[in-house]
T-cell receptor, first 113, second 113 residues
Framework: ELKVEQNPLFLSMQEGKNYTIYCNYS?????LYWYRQDPGKSLESLFV?????AVKQEGRLMASLDTKARLSTLHITAAVHDLSATYFC?????????????FGRGTQLTVWP | DGGITQSPKYLFRKEGQNVTLSCEQN?????MYWYRQDPGQGLRLIYY???????QKGDIAEGYSVSREKKESFPLTVTSAQKNPTAFYLC????????????FGQGTRLTVV
């Protein structure tokens, strides 16, 4: 079974600072996703990474994928309060046409003034 | 608007009762999924279905049942055999294909009273 580990699980950071969330997974995969979840809400898709070396950016968030190291990172630049949420990475089975995902435990991000 | 609709948003169950969570999609997706989320945890797969009248157990299927009589609908029944059903339940759907992406409903919060 594919295992996904995220760290840190809790992140408290000051506005304006930078930080990186890490996502490691146990077996080869060619699909990695980052989601945001606000309290009591569903998952919002942030990034879809489908190839080694893929890098995507949206606003203050940038995600990258290294399939050889089985590692993805979500980098936060100059954090603002609105980024406070829980961030999940999820990985799909390599070579599978099925959309089932294996999730990390999530990183609860709190940005304070 | 295309999307996934889950109902109800909140559900309360007495001990020993079966309850059914609804999930409907109008995205014309073949595959549908049910995930369970507990506080501080990632999502775990309960059941999934790739085509009508066919479904498979996920990682935590005990105490749950599903049906897939129509392409648009994938209801989840939480039976009395599920000893700890209080959780947030998310339904998702996807097309069949490599690098497919799953889309999530808004979730149902089930509480045992």
């Amino acid at each position: 079974e594919l295992k996904v580990e995220q760290n840190p699980l809790f992140l408290s950071m000051q506005e304006g600072k930078n930080y990186t969330i890490y996502c490691n997974y146990s077996t080869t995969s060619d699909r990695l996703y980052w989601y945001r979840q606000d309290p009591g809400k569903s998952l919002e898709s942030l990034f879809v990474l489908l190839s080694n070396g893929a890098v995507k950016q949206e606003g203050r968030l940038m995600a990258s994928l290294d399939t050889k190291a089985r590692l993805s990172t979500l980098h936060i630049t100059a954090a603002v309060h609105d980024l406070s949420a829980t961030y999940f990475c999820a990985v799909g089975d390599r070579g599978s046409t099925l959309g089932r995902l294996y999730f990390g435990r999530g990183t609860q991000l709190t940005v304070w003034p | 608007d295309g999307g996934i609709t889950q109902s109800p948003k909140y559900l309360f169950r007495k001990e020993g009762q079966n309850v059914t969570l609804s999930c409907e999609q109008n995205l014309n997706h073949d595959a549908m999924y049910w995930y369970r989320q507990d506080p501080g945890q990632g999502l775990r797969l309960i059941y999934y279905s790739q085509i009508v009248n066919d479904f498979q157990k996920g990682d935590i299927a005990e105490g749950y049942s599903v049906s897939r009589e129509k392409k648009e609908s994938f209801p989840l029944t939480v039976t009395s055999a599920q000893k700890n059903p209080t959780a947030f339940y998310l339904c998702a759907s996807s097309i069949q294909g490599f690098n497919t992406e799953a889309f999530f409903g808004q979730g149902t919060r089930l509480t045992v009273v």
